[in-house]
C-alpha cells in the first residue's frame, strides 16, 4: 500500500507520531488518518474563462479512545499542522475530550482484520501531475465549442468546466495497521442553453474518470450535453396519470442512492430505514441485482482498505430481488452484531461511518431504445429535482422532467410534473433493465423502467 514509498514513509512517522502522543496522554486505543491533496476546477463560458482555482490542503485526524465502565470514551481532533509540536498538541486535545464524553459500549477500533495486500486498482496515473493548466483549459474550450457548434438554437450556456485532483490517503491505528495509496479523479462537464420561440432549457454531461486519459473526449461531451438541451425544447405538462416510468441511466442511480440510505447500517440499527428488518427477504424484482465492490479496478468509489484498515471487498446487496447484505462499518456492525463489511469511510475531521464504494445495478440486455419501443405509453425520466424520500417508510416523490412516449417512441418533451410512489413497490414491479449500465459517480445503474407511477401535472 505505498508504504514504502518516500509519500508512505512522510505520512508514515506522522501518523505514528500521533498515535504515540495519544497513548502517552493516556490514550487506552486511537487511530489517525492523514489526507494530502492538490485540485484544480476551472470553467469556461463562451470564449472567455469564469474562474481558475487550484488548491493543496494536507488534514491529520486523530481519534482517541479511552476506556471506562462498559466501554469507551473517543473524541477526533484534527490539524492542518503537521509539525511536532502541532501533532502532539491536539493528541493531547483530543484524550482530553474523550475524557468528557459518555462511554460507548459500540465505540472502538477494530483489532483484526485488517487488508495484508497491495492491490493495483488502477488509481493513479503519475503522468496526470505533468499537466498544465492551459491543457485542462484547452479540454473545457474544446466542449463548451462543440456544444455551441451543434446546432444554432444553442444560443448560450452555464459553462463547461474541468476538474482535476491527486490525494493520497494514510490510515494507522493502535493495534498495528498501516497503510497509504494514491488517488486521482479527473472530470469533464458542459451545460449548455437551448432556445427556441419562448421555450428555453438547459441539460447536460459529463465524464469522470481516475485517469485523465479514460475520460470521454472533450468534443463528445459538448455535442451530447448540446443533444440533451435541444430534446428538450417546446416541453409541456401532462395531466395527471398513472403510467410506466423508464429511469434513463443518469437519473436510475438516484434510485440507488436511496437503497443504499435504507440499507446502511446506522439506519438499521437506528431501525430508520423500511428494509431494516427485511435482510433474507424478497424487496425487488428478480431482475435486481445490485453489488457493491470497492476492488473494481479504476472507479471512484475503489480503494485497498477502509477508514478502518479493513480490506474492501465485494458485497451482493441484493442479488435477484433477494435482500443479502447491509452495507457497515465496524461500530454499526457492533451495535448489530455482526462483522464489518469493509464499508468504512471517513474524513480527517470526521469518524467513521458506513457508506457505499461502487455500487451498481447489474445491466440487463436491453438497449434503451429496446425499451422505449416496448413501453406503448409512459414517461422517460432524463431529470430528477429536488428531495422527495422517506427511508423510513419508502414513499417516494420528485419533481421531473423528460420525454412523453406513445406507441413506443418518443412524442414530446415534458416538464413541470412530480412522479411518486413507495419504493419497496417501485423494486418489485421493476419489468425491464437496460444494458446501458453508466458511471459517472461512484454510484452507476443501467436504464430501468418501473411498471406504473403516479405521474402528477397539470
Not at 414517461?379 to 416523490?397: A, C, H, K, Q, R
Not at 446501458?436 to 405521474?455: E, G, K
Request: charged share 25%.
Amino acid at each position: 500500500m505505498s508504504a514504502g514509498t518516500p509519500v508512505g514513509e512522510h505520512a508514515r512517522e506522522i501518523v505514528t507520531r500521533a498515535l504515540a502522543s495519544a497513548a502517552s496522554a493516556g490514550a487506552n486505543a486511537a487511530d489517525a488518518v492523514m489526507v494530502e491533496s492538490d485540485s484544480l476546477e476551472a470553467r469556461v463560458r463562451g470564449d472567455e474563462v469564469d474562474f481558475v482555482s487550484q488548491a493543496r490542503e494536507h488534514t491529520l485526524g486523530i481519534r482517541a479512545l479511552v476506556g471506562g465502565e462498559g466501554g469507551f470514551r473517543s473524541a477526533i481532533t484534527s490539524t492542518s499542522d503537521l509539525s511536532s509540536p502541532a501533532v502532539e498538541r491536539m493528541a493531547r486535545e483530543a484524550v482530553a475530550l474523550a475524557n468528557a464524553t459518555a462511554c460507548d459500549p459500540a465505540a472502538g477500533i477494530l483489532e483484526e482484520g485488517f487488508a495484508t495486500d497491495d492491490p493495483d486498482l488502477e488509481l493513479f496515473d503519475p503522468i496526470d501531475l505533468e499537466v498544465e493548466v492551459d491543457d485542462q483549459l484547452r479540454d473545457a474550450f474544446a466542449a463548451e465549442h462543440a456544444a455551441r457548434q451543434t446546432d444554432p438554437r444553442i444560443t448560450n450556456s452555464e459553462g463547461s468546466q474541468v476538474g482535476a485532483g491527486h490525494s493520497r490517503i494514510a490510515y494507522g491505528n493502535s493495534a498495528g495497521f498501516f497503510g497509504c495509496y494514491e488517488t486521482g479523479s479527473h472530470s469533464l462537464f458542459s451545460e449548455p442553453l437551448a432556445v427556441m420561440d419562448d421555450s428555453k432549457q438547459r441539460d447536460y454531461w459529463m465524464t469522470v474518470a481516475r485517469r485523465r486519459s479514460e475520460l470521454e473526449a472533450p468534443a463528445s461531451v459538448g455535442r451530447r450535453a448540446a443533444e440533451r438541451a435541444l430534446r428538450r425544447l417546446g416541453a409541456k405538462p401532462i395531466a395527471t396519470c398513472e403510467a410506466p416510468i423508464i429511469f434513463d441511466s443518469i437519473t436510475a442511480p438516484s434510485l440507488l442512492g436511496h437503497i443504499a440510505a435504507c440499507v446502511n447500517g446506522y439506519a438499521v440499527y437506528r431501525e430508520t430505514s423500511y428494509l431494516a428488518e427485511r435482510q433474507g427477504e424478497i424487496i425487488a424484482s428478480e431482475l435486481i441485482t445490485i453489488i457493491d465492490d470497492g476492488r473494481l479496478p479504476g472507479r471512484l468509489g475503489s480503494k485497498p482498505f477502509d477508514g478502518e484498515g479493513q480490506p474492501t471487498r465485494r458485497n451482493v446487496v441484493v442479488e435477484r430481488g433477494r435482500l443479502e447484505s447491509f452495507l457497515l462499518d465496524g461500530y454499526s456492525a457492533r451495535k448489530l452484531g455482526t462483522q464489518s463489511t469493509g464499508n468504512a469511510t471517513r474524513g480527517a475531521g470526521s469518524l467513521p461511518t458506513a457508506a457505499p464504494t461502487n455500487l451498481w445495478l447489474e445491466p440487463g440486455d436491453a438497449t434503451l431504445d429496446e425499451i422505449i419501443a416496448d413501453t406503448g405509453r409512459g414517461l422517460l425520466v432524463t431529470e430528477l429535482i429536488g428531495m422527495g424520500f422517506n427511508p423510513v417508510t419508502g414513499d417516494y416523490s420528485r419533481g421531473a422532467a423528460g420525454l412523453w412516449i406513445e406507441g413506443g417512441e418518443i412524442a414530446f418533451p415534458v416538464e413541470e410534473i412530480t412522479i411518486a410512489g413507495n419504493l419497496n413497490d417501485m423494486l418489485a414491479s421493476i419489468d425491464a433493465v437496460g444494458s446501458d449500465l453508466t458511471w459517472q459517480s461512484r454510484i452507476a445503474s443501467p436504464s430501468l423502467r418501473v411498471a406504473n407511477m403516479t405521474i402528477a401535472g397539470a
